[in-house]
């Protein structure tokens, strides 16, 4: 096999990557859009506007719930809460119920589950959407990133919509480059 300079073994020079995930292949399924180490607090989104950040998954998974991890700053007084998986084209796919004024405390993951499990027919990068209307909007576990380059590149997190409640769009629309990118873990 030719791997150009690289002299050497690619599996042990990426097992840094294995910190996305569970090192047990046995283990319960999962997909997440970040690894695990270099997180940090991040703001992603103003109260009532969606926050949709790439995730890639692969033909057959089964995504029935998608988490989220607040920062520093819990939710405070919040009204609406949803979370939507969208195709790569910005259709929606499934929403989770709106959880209202359900409390959503700093440092903790919160699992939205989708009202229909979402069976993935083709392999490639979907998205992962988050909205809440609240007086504080929580900051989220995530990373930040870079403005696509590169012409065809996407967007790794992105906003779009104002004024949502409780239902998610049907689509993405007019999307808005977003560099805060948020954990997100599909189950």
């Known amino acids: 096999m030719s791997l150009g300079t690289f002299r050497g073994i690619p599996r042990n ?3 840094y990557l294995n910190s996305s995930g569970r090192p047990d292949p046995d283990a319960v399924f999962h997909r997440a859009n970040l ?7 991040v703001a992603t989104a103003a109260t009532g506007v969606m926050c949709s950040v790439a995730l ?19 939710a405070g007084t919040p009204t609406n809460q949803f979370a939507a998986l969208y195709s ?6 499934a929403q989770s119920a709106d959880k209202t004024t ?4 700093a440092d903790t993951a919160k699992t939205f589950p989708l009202a229909t499990a979402q069976r993935i027919a083709k392999s490639g990068v979907y998205f992962a959407a988050l909205s809440v209307a609240a ?8 990373s930040t990133a870079a403005k696509p380059v590169l012409t065809g590149e996407g967007n790794l997190a992105q906003t779009s919509g104002s004024g ?5 769009p049907a689509t993405i629309a007019t999307p808005a480059f977003k560099r805060a990118v948020p954990l997100v873990i599909a189950t």
């Open 56 to 74: 890639y998954l692969h033909e057959g998974d089964l995504v029935s719930n998608l988490t989220f991890v607040s920062g520093a700053t819990a």
């Open 35 to 41: 690894p695990r180490v270099g997180l940090d607090d």
């Open 135 to 142: 007086t504080t909007v929580p900051t989220l576990i995530g």
């Open 13 to 15: 020079d990426l097992g």
């Open 164 to 168: 949502l409640t409780g239902t998610a």
């Open 88 to 93: 790569g084209s910005g259709a929606l796919l």
């Open 102 to 105: 359900e409390a959503w405390a």
